[in-house]
């Protein structure tokens, strides 16, 4: 609950510095370059729908979901404004609960560019065993992620990540370096659901 109220003052006093309304260039590279056949996509912790609605763009059906109402109200009036809302569902909630109505092995993309660094242990313990449930075969999963510098702060280490998420995902792709907006350590994730 904590964690919700933060966040929507960040959204009220539009402190929110994750919210560029760019499509970071790994998720295109993925999408244009790589050429993924498309299908069903989740955005966890979407935002104001910015991913969510560029898939959508390029043939996906991409749910987005996000702790933060005014954030997916945001999300669904740019669907609307980008004529996608046919292709595109945002749901408010806790992306793990929320996770948990969706259909088992039912996406071939899933998509965190920022949410899942601020999760406390067991919570990412939760949000793998999520994924792990909702993802097919085969699909792919992208992460951008925080590590921590210090021993305060959030985040996860890259092998904390790798022993999280395998066996059940085969990572593909791992790039470290330090966020652009915030100065912190950081790293894109790619991997395969096996």
Sequence with gaps: MLKQILYWIRYLTADTPWDTGIVPP???ELIEGEQIPAGQAIDLGCGTGTTSIYLARNGWQA???DLVGRAI???RRK???ERVEGKTTFRRGDVIKESCRLDDRS???AVDIGCFHSLSAQE???YAAMLKRIMRPGGTFMLYSFSPT???EFGYTPEQIIDLFTPEFGLNHKALGID?????QSGWYRFTRK
């Excluded at 652009?180 to 912190?184: E, S, V």
């Design 26 to 28: 790994e998720i295109i």
């Design 63 to 65: 749910t987005g979901i």
């Design 73 to 75: 109200r945001e999300a």
């Design 79 to 81: 669907a609307r404004r």
């Design 107 to 109: 996406f071939d993309l």
């Design 124 to 126: 990412s313990r939760d």
């Design 150 to 152: 210090a021993p305060d």
């Design 180 to 184: 652009t907006a915030g100065g912190r």
